[in-house]
């Protein structure tokens, strides 16, 4: 697949490393603070950014990933915040995914990732309530995880190593490998590849990554940028 693609704006905070689109605007992550902004979504201004919403504070630590799902931000925190700043009580020893109150960024609920190790990417799943999809970096796999008991349904294996955003589809899931700049949409059931985007050096580096309408988002922790792709 070869879609248009195109920058938007630049993240309130200078590395984004998870996005989510929603009906209020785009929540962003930053990797260093672990803050979440909520940003509209829209035309820049002059400076290259779009207006603030709401930025608040949360427990996550390295944070690596961003979904929202049962009115609430799902936040990968892959390990300590160590090699950003200060090591808070709070940070994750490995990899956790944190249940956050939007408002005002309470953590609500904490969870190991499945298998342990560190995690790049989570996605809420909207086709199936009461889902999530979680990556396993020592693993190279995809989780789909039971909230209610935290139990993996279904695990598909990933194609390529340092897997990243993760979008579901209705026929599929898109997941980001950022080292190879591809974007590949996989079979939910047993990880069959369907398709993939390659994002050419010209554009920024994708990391997190965004369903928006009917194409997607992604952002770029190293350059600050937030990109549209069009089918």
Partial sequence: MTPKIEKLFRS??????????????????????????????????????????????????????????????????????????????????????????????????RYNIPDGGGTHGLEYDNYESGYLWVETLKNKALHKVRISDWSVQNTIPLPYDRAHGVVRVKDGIWVVHTSDRLIVKLDVEDGGKLDEIHVSDEYP??????????GLLYCDATSGWIVKITF
């Fill in 12 to 109: 309130p905070y200078s590395v984004p490393n998870g996005l989510q689109v929603t009906d209020e605007g785009v929540w962003v992550v930053d990797q260093i603070t672990d803050r979440v902004a909520l940003v509209e979504l829209t035309q820049s201004s002059d400076y290259g950014v779009t207006k603030l919403i709401r930025d608040v504070p949360t427990e996550s630590s390295n944070t690596s990933g961003l979904s929202y799902g049962e009115d609430a931000l799902w936040l990968a925190a892959n390990g300590s915040g160590k090699m950003w700043r200060q090591i808070r009580s709070t940070d994750a020893n490995e990899g956790d995914v944190l249940k956050v109150d939007p408002q005002t960024g309470k953590t609500l609920q």
């Fill in 205 to 214: 580096e994708p990391h997190g990554l965004s369903l928006s309408g009917d």
